[in-house]
């Protein structure tokens, strides 16, 4: 039985965005990773002509969606792997939180996830009544681990985990007869060398796994890359045994995505082009903001993949955070990704060009 949730930790913000309310400027919100983009034409379209979807939709997703998964991890991942093996999901927030549920975990087991990290996976554990455990080297993940999260390229500090150590992660998971996952859904924005001309590896990685798959389970979501964030399309694929472990389990729960999500997902999943523009566009961003955090006195750590900026000034974050609301930005904490990054702020680079713009003017004229 869990016990009780802690209060949702945005509500914390709310007095520091309406200081930033008052520039004179305006707010400017680099808090929230959501995507202000627009959706790519093609999957507006593939949405529109699947909207005559009057049927239950496949639990498993159709044919042609797990088809379209499989073909993509061949294609951008490097990962063969069968379309059974594949499984739609509604969003990766959803699947990350109830992953726990999903695979029976209860009390006296543990959930481990990073030391940084992206409060979602501490919060699958206690909705389960699970032990959670922030740790980020195998050694010291403990016999009672029933579940490994890993997250590469990570949120928030964007630090990528090399075939090395991933493979050192699994080999651990299986030591432990423990199932790990890798979230990875910021794998198409590599910034700095050598992740700028390389592939992030996936925890499917055949250097990492080889061909043996158990276990070992792969999340990924079109939010971002996509700009899907609304349409919550997601998938999760791996461990054959697992994956069918899991549909039962939400066959039950009825947790179906939508018919028009999963065509639209198709139409996402085979177009290259709009990834690369999207990449363009928040690269463009990341050489705007990068220069000015530090000519305002940030340092910038990590931040080599993924869609975040993560700076300190060597000072609380909460101070940073109210010293960005007098500039009238509004940045996220690194309170809020667990007990290890008390002197963080993220900045997301999903804002639009015009606010990445005056947000780093802002920052270069209260540079010292």
């Not at 990962?79 to 990350?96: C, D, N, Q």
Request: proline share 8%; glycine share 8%.
């Amino acid at each position: 039985m869990r016990g009780a949730l802690p209060d949702y930790p945005w509500d914390a913000m709310a007095p520091y965005a309406a200081e930033a309310a008052l520039h004179p400027g305006g707010a400017l919100n680099l808090s929230i990773g959501s995507p202000v983009d627009p959706t790519p034409q093609s999957v507006r379209d593939a949405l529109a002509a699947a909207t005559d979807a009057h049927a239950y939709p496949a639990t498993a997703g159709a044919p042609a969606v797990r088809d379209a998964i499989s073909e993509w991890f061949l294609r951008r991942r490097g990962v063969t792997i069968a379309p059974t093996a594949t499984l739609p999901t509604i969003g990766s927030k959803e699947l990350v939180a109830l992953l726990p549920f999903l695979l029976g975990i209860g009390a006296g087991e543990a959930v481990v996830f990073p030391r940084i990290a992206y409060p979602s996976y501490e919060m699958g554990a206690a909705l389960v009544g699970a032990e959670a455990i922030a740790s980020d080297d195998p050694a010291d993940w403990p016999e009672r681990t029933r579940l490994i999260w890993i997250n590469s390229p990570s949120n928030p500090d964007g630090r990528v985990m090399d075939v090395p150590a991933l493979r050192a992660a699994v080999e651990r998971a299986r030591e432990l007869g423990a199932v790990i996952a890798g979230d990875e859904c910021y794998a198409e924005f590599g910034w700095d060398a050598p992740w700028d001309a390389e592939r992030i590896p996936s925890i499917l990685d055949p250097r990492v796994v080889g061909d043996d798959h158990t276990g070992v389970l792969s999340v990924y979501s079109l939010s971002k890359q996509s700009n899907l964030a609304g349409y919550r399309a997601a998938f999760i694929a791996g461990d054959p045994s697992l994956i069918e472990t899991l549909l039962t389990v939400r066959k039950h729960a009825g947790l179906m995505q939508p018919a028009p999500v999963q065509a639209a997902m198709v139409a996402a999943l085979g177009d290259e082009e709009h990834v690369a523009e999207q990449r363009a566009r928040y690269r463009s961003r990341r050489d705007v903001l990068l220069p000015a955090l530090e000519a305002a006195g940030y340092r910038v750590e990590g931040s080599e993949a993924g869609l975040y900026l993560w700076a300190t000034r060597g000072v609380d974050a909460w101070e940073s955070i109210a010293e960005f609301a007098r500039l009238g930005i509004v940045v996220g904490p690194g309170h809020f990704y667990g007990d290890h990054s008390p002197q963080h702020v993220r900045l997301a680079l999903t804002a639009s060009d015009a606010d990445i713009t005056a947000a780093a003017q802002r920052l270069e004229q209260s540079a010292p």
